[in-house]
C-alpha cells in the first residue's frame, strides 16, 4: 500500500497516528536526559554556567535546519526521518552520560540535535495526513506523547544513575533501537511521498507565499512565549523567590507539564470542531487572566490556577501546528520545519529577555508582564487567514 492510498482514506486513522506519536515520544524521552545530566557534566568538566547553558545550545541549534529538512522531506518524503530518529537520539544521549570529554559531549547533543529536528519537521506532517480531516487531533496525539516523553526522560535517567551507575545509561539505547525497528515495521506500507509531494513547488515559491500565515503565528509565537517561557522555564525558581521550598517548586513544574498535556490533548481536537481562531482566542484569554492571578495570589489557590495555566498555555501549540499545515498542504514539512525553526529562535529571545527583565526588576514583574503580553496575541490570531479548520 502506498501513501497515496493510506493518507487519503476519509478516517482518522489511530493506529498510525498512534504509532508515530510513539515515536515522538519515545525520541523526547532521550532528549530530556539532557536537564537531569546537567549537574553530573558540570562537576565531571568543571563547567562554568555559561559552559553549561552552550550544551543547550548545541542541542538546540540544529532547529535552525528544519525548513531545509523540510524541504527534502516534501520531495523525498518524510518515512525515514521519522523510523531513525529515536535511534539515533536514543544512542547518543545515552552516551552523553560517559562523554570523555566536553567537545565529545557537544558533539552528541549536536547529532542529537539533528536527529530531533529531522523528527519534528517530518512527523507532524505524516500525522496530519493520516488524520483526514481532524487535523487537530491529530497534533493532539503529537503533542502529548511529546509532552508524556519529557516527563518520563528525567525521572528514567535519575533512577538509572542513581541505582545502578552512571557507566550502565548506554544500555538505555536499547529502547530507542527498538522503537525505530517498531517504526520500520508498522510503516513499512507508507512510503512517504504523495503526488501532492511531489507537487510541491519550488522552496523560493514556496517560502515566499508563506508570509500571509507566517507573520502573524510568528506574532503569536513570540508574544504567548513570554508566558510560556515564565512558567515552563522559570517556575521552580519564581516560586522558592516566594519562600517555597525547591521539591514543591519541582512538582509545581512536573504539575503544570502534566495539566499541558491534557490541555495539548484537548485544544487540537476541539479545534476541530469549534474553529482554530475561537479556541486560541479563548486559550489565550484564559492564560492572561490565570497568569494575572497566580503572582496576585498566595496559599491553596495557586495549585488549581496552576493546572488551569498548564492547560490553556499548552493547548494552543497543536492549533497552531494544524493552521500552518492547513495554509500549505503542497508544502506541509517546508512550512512546519520554518514553522519549528521561529518556535525555537522566537523561544531562546523570549527566554533571555524574561531572565534580562526578572535580573533588572523581578520574575514577578516578568510574570506580570508576560500577562499582559499573552493578550497581545489576540490581534495576530484575527489576522490568520481561513483555514480547513475556520
Do not use: C
Amino acid at each position: 500500500m502506498t501513501i497515496e492510498q493510506t493518507i487519503e482514506k476519509p478516517t482518522f486513522q489511530t493506529d498510525k497516528v498512534t504509532v508515530i506519536a510513539i515515536g515522538h515520544g519515545v525520541q523526547d524521552t532521550y532528549q530530556s536526559f539532557l536537564p537531569a545530566l546537567l549537574p553530573l557534566l558540570i562537576e565531571k568538566f568543571s563547567l562554568i554556567k555559561t559552559e553549561a547553558g552552550l550544551l543547550s545550545v548545541f542541542a538546540n541549534a540544529p532547529s535552525l535546519l528544519q525548513p531545509l529538512i523540510g524541504y527534502l522531506a516534501d520531495h523525498a518524503g518524510p518515512r525515514y526521518f521519522v523510523i531513525f530518529s529515536p535511534a539515533i537520539t536514543g544512542i547518543t544521549m545515552s552516551l552523553l552520560g560517559i562523554a570523555p570529554t566536553y567537545a565529545v559531549a557537544a558533539m552528541l547533543l549536536l547529532i542529537t540535535g539533528l536527529s530531533s529536528a529531522s523528527i519534528h519537521a517530518t512527523g507532524p506532517v505524516m500525522v496530519g495526513r493520516l488524520s483526514a480531516h481532524r487535523l487537530g487531533l491529530g497534533m493532539s496525539f503529537w503533542m502529548v506523547a511529546g509532552e508524556l516523553g519529557r516527563v518520563i526522560g528525567p525521572l528514567t535517567i535519575v533512577t538509572v544513575v542513581q541505582y545502578f551507575s552512571i557507566e550502565k545509561t548506554p544500555w538505555l539505547s536499547i529502547f530507542g533501537i527498538l522503537t525505530s525497528i517498531f517504526l520500520y515495521i508498522q510503516l513499512r506500507g507508507v512510503n512517504g511521498q504523495s503526488v501532492q509531494m511531489s507537487k510541491a513547488p519550488p522552496w523560493r515559491e514556496a517560502l515566499k507565499g508563506m508570509g500571509k500565515v507566517l507573520l502573524p503565528v510568528t506574532g503569536i509565537v513570540i508574544t504567548r512565549g513570554f508566558a510560556w517561557v515564565s512558567v515552563t522555564t522559570f517556575l521552580p525558581t519564581y516560586l522558592t523567590e516566594q519562600g517555597a521550598n525547591l521539591v514543591l517548586a519541582g512538582a509545581s513544574l512536573s504539575i503544570m507539564q502534566a495539566a499541558g498535556a491534557v490541555g495539548a490533548f484537548f485544544g487540537g481536537s476541539l479545534s476541530d470542531r469549534v474553529g482554530r481562531k475561537p479556541m486560541m482566542i479563548m486559550a489565550l484569554v484564559v492564560t492572561s487572566t490565570t497568569l494575572f492571578a497566580f503572582t496576585s495570589l498566595d496559599g491553596w489557590i495557586l495549585f488549581p490556577l496552576l493546572l488551569l495555566l498548564g492547560f490553556s498555555l499548552l493547548s494552543i501549540t497543536p492549533i497552531l501546528m494544524a493552521v500552518v499545515q492547513e495554509s500549505y498542504p503542497e508544502s506541509r514539512a517546508l512550512a512546519n520545519g520554518v514553522y519549528m525553526a521561529v518556535s525555537f529562535v522566537g523561544g531562546s529571545l523570549v527566554t533571555v529577555l524574561v531572565g534580562a527583565m526578572g535580573d533588572l526588576t523581578s520574575l514577578r514583574t516578568a510574570y506580570f508582564v508576560s500577562a499582559g503580553l499573552a493578550l497581545l496575541a489576540l490581534p495576530f490570531v484575527l489576522r490568520l487567514p481561513k483555514t480547513n479548520g475556520h
